[in-house]
């Protein structure tokens, strides 16, 4: 009877051994437990309107590469979202379409980290489509009662129209300064002007809604775009890992297809 009783209990003990065992191995399932690196969560992005159409398409592919996390954009004048964020603007990233603007940011505080310049553009005339008003150069913004459109000086695409005038040695009578570079697009898919100043980007994402004309001094006055991620960003890790996602080879030819140049 003794002898029955210790084998019981050994048998017993060895039976418990491999049952932890196997509730060890099941904790370790990486099916169980979140991947390095994972992220999730709501990114919310701050970006030069001449981005609309490229940061659309990256938000989508980087969602899906993401799961669990959702991409949130807000597009203006590089300008505008500079003074936004320096006013306390939630954000996680700012994709500035010049340097300048984004120096604001860092300037404040608000953004810390390193800045990567991850495109570059130039301008274009844009006219509406068959050109009615017969726009031939820059030398037409110069000229007495023409319907031209151009963007508000203090953001990028209205800077770099006023170096490419300096350099003409025109002088531009626009009929009206808009505070973003789509605006002044619109103005002219809706022939409300005979022709505005926009990034060749922005004549290319219209498609056959306007005709673009290039210029010599446009490659004179070329604009770059840094993007960063907030100092007090609310979702730290979805910003930098959307950073990387905007410097990296699948952007690149994303950027590439919309008429940006890239490093």
Not at 84 to 104: E, I, R, T, W
Not at 159 to 181: L, S
Not at 231 to 253: M, S
């Amino acid at each position: 009877m003794r002898m029955k009783t210790i084998r019981t209990l050994t048998l017993t003990a060895a039976a418990l051994t491999v049952t932890a065992g196997l509730v060890g191995c099941s904790s370790d399932d990486n099916s169980s437990k979140p991947a390095a690196g994972q992220i999730s969560g709501t990114v919310t992005v701050f970006a030069a309107a001449s981005l609309t159409d490229t940061f659309n398409q990256l938000g989508h592919d980087f969602e899906a590469a993401h799961p669990g996390v959702k991409v949130v954009f807000s597009y203006g004048g590089s300008s505008a979202l500079a003074q936004q964020l320096n006013q306390g603007a939630p954000a996680d990233v700012f994709a500035s379409a010049a340097p300048a603007n984004m120096k604001q940011v860092v300037d404040t505080g608000e953004i810390t980290a390193p800045q990567a310049t991850f495109v570059s553009n130039r301008l274009e005339i844009a006219v509406p489509k068959g050109n009615p008003g017969h726009i031939s150069g820059l030398a037409d913004f110069g000229k007495a009662g023409s319907r031209t459109a151009l963007c508000a000086e203090q953001v990028p695409c209205g800077a770099a129209a006023k170096q490419v005038f300096q350099i003409a040695g025109i002088t531009p009578q626009p009929v009206t300064r808009e505070q973003d570079v789509k605006a002044a697009l619109t103005k002219v898919t809706l022939d409300e002007v005979d022709a505005a100043l926009v990034y060749r980007t922005d004549v290319q994402g219209a498609g056959d809604k306007v005709q673009g004309i290039d210029f010599p001094e446009s490659a004179k006055a070329i604009n770059t775009y840094p993007i960063a991620p907030l100092a007090k960003a609310p979702n730290a890790a979805a910003a930098a890992a959307f950073v990387d996602y905007v410097k990296g080879d699948q952007a690149k030819k994303v950027f590439a297809a919309a008429g940006f140049d890239t490093p």
